[in-house]
Every structure is written in C-alpha cells, then in structure tokens.
C-alpha cells in the first residue's frame, strides 16, 4: 500500500527557514516522480516542486525558484523540500505526491498517491 507521511511544517517569520519531510512507504522512491504541491486559503493548488519519473530532472515554480530545494534519500525512502527565505505567500498546506507513470514532464503525471499535508504559516 503506498503511503506519504508528510511532516516538518509550522510557523516561521518572513525571511526564515523550514525543512518539509515527505516519507514514502509501500514503494521505493526510485523510478517514481514526486512532487511538492501546496495549497492557500481560497486559491488553487499549485505544484512548487517535482522530480520526474522520466530522466530524475527537477523543476520548481518561478515562485519559488532559488528560495526551495527537492532533494531525496533513497535508503530513508524520504524527500525533503528545503524552503529558505520564506515569505507570508509562501503560507499553505504542503503536500506531496506520487506516481509511478513514466513521463518525462510533470505536467505529464497525474500524481494519484497523496500525503495528508503539513501547514506552513509564515508570518511575523
């Protein structure tokens, strides 16, 4: 059974620093794409991250570009997105997901596997 447990989340000032955890169970990550979604009060959700299943490549939101880091470790089976220099626009659900479809885009992968979420409020 796959199963993503996301965790890390809370409140933090503008300009600081979070750490999200996305452990993954009942797949290994390799050969798989993930992806870090979020989602704000009244609007829709967006992907801020994702690796593909295709060539391993990871992509980013131009929101968040040069500020989040997707990074893996396989032998944990866990993902992580380092999120630096966060701002009040930054404040959401985090979930991640999972597929196993083969694709090389992210747009591409319908992402059928979801975490639960962790909040992440960044506010002074």
């Known amino acids: 059974q796959v199963q993503l447990v996301e965790s890390g989340g809370g409140l933090v000032q503008p300009g600081g620093s979070l750490r999200l955890s996305c452990a993954v169970s009942g797949f290994a990550l390799d050969g798989y794409a993930i992806g870090w979604f979020r989602q704000a009060p009244g609007k829709e959700r967006e992907r801020v991250s994702c690796i593909s299943s295709g060539d391993g490549s990871i992509t980013y939101a131009d929101s968040v570009k040069g500020r989040f880091t997707f990074s893996r470790d396989n032998a944990k089976n866990t993902v992580y997105l380092q999120m630096n220099n966060l701002k009040p626009e930054d404040t959401g659900v985090y979930y991640c997901?999972?597929?196993?479809?083969?694709?090389?885009?992210?747009?591409?992968?319908?992402?059928?596997?979801w975490g639960q979420g962790t909040q992440v409020t960044v506010s002074a």
């Open positions: 997901a999972a597929d196993s479809i083969i694709a090389m885009k992210c747009d591409d992968i319908p992402f059928s596997a």
